[in-house]
């Protein structure tokens, strides 16, 4: 049976997951879960996750929430290249490593630079001060700093010479400031080269399609939020603009 991904591709995980899968000739099914209209708060998409959260899957009966653990399943289900997940015990340290740090680093700070330049007006239909994306931008660039310093280093990729889960969860996070046209990669040449070095390990045609939407996100202005989900979030969002 072809497992099922519910996904939207605005999401940094759900690009991971489609890039991974797509690049490893995963079979499966795009269940396209689209967040701003607030699909993900549906009684269907309930019985997949019930934590109303994207990326699920479901493989027959079976459903699995988080990104990290869907990567997984899927990197054992479908026996995908060792590169991915290494079996050495230190090389998949490593991706722990990383998975482990990035959440509270890269996670964190990269997508505040979408909120404040493009869905907080949306939301709210304020704009954000220009200080407050600069302090995202300082507090991003103590990430970018320590992610090379620590986990690049000089080596093509974070593990060693071949990419890794722990290069493609990175890269789908850092492509979120680009799409709210923040060059993150200036000045960081290492970077710049290991940014080309993960597109040609996936391919570059797979890469711009699954980031085509973010990369366009000045167009999400033009959407139609659902009402109920604008409800809920305007109150939060605007705590942010203090």
Not at 222 to 233: A, F, G, S, T, Y
Request: with cysteine; net charge positive; charged share 25%.
């Amino acid at each position: 049976m072809v497992v099922e991904l519910f996904l939207d591709l605005l999401s940094q995980p759900c690009r991971a997951l489609f890039i991974f899968a797509k690049k490893n000739n995963i079979p499966f099914v795009f269940k396209h879960v689209e967040l701003l209209k607030g699909h993900h708060h549906s009684e269907e998409f309930g019985k997949v996750n019930v934590l109303k959260k994207v990326p699920a899957l479901k493989d027959g009966a079976f459903t699995l929430a988080e990104s990290t653990a869907i990567l997984l399943y899927l990197s054992r289900k479908y026996n995908t290249p060792d590169h991915w997940y290494p079996s050495d015990i230190q090389k998949r340290a490593r991706v722990d490593e990383y998975l482990s740090w990035h959440h509270t680093n890269i996670r964190t700070n990269a997508p505040k630079t979408l909120w404040i330049k493009v869905l907080i007006p949306l939301f709210t239909g304020q704009k954000l001060p220009p200080e407050k994306l600069q302090e995202v931008m300082d507090e991003l660039a103590i990430s970018l700093k320590q992610f090379e310093e620590k986990f690049l280093q000089d080596k093509p990729f974070i593990v060693g010479s071949e990419i890794s889960l722990a290069d493609l969860v990175a890269i789908v996070e850092l492509m979120q400031p680009v799409g709210a046209d923040c060059n993150i990669f200036e000045g960081w040449p290492k970077l710049v080269a290991w940014r080309s070095q993960v597109e040609e390990a996936v391919r570059k045609e797979l890469f711009q399609g699954a980031h085509e939407r973010i990369l366009n996100a000045q167009d999400l202005r033009k959407v139609q939020i659902d009402p109920q989900m604008k409800k809920e979030m305007k109150p939060l969002l605007l705590k942010m603009l203090k």
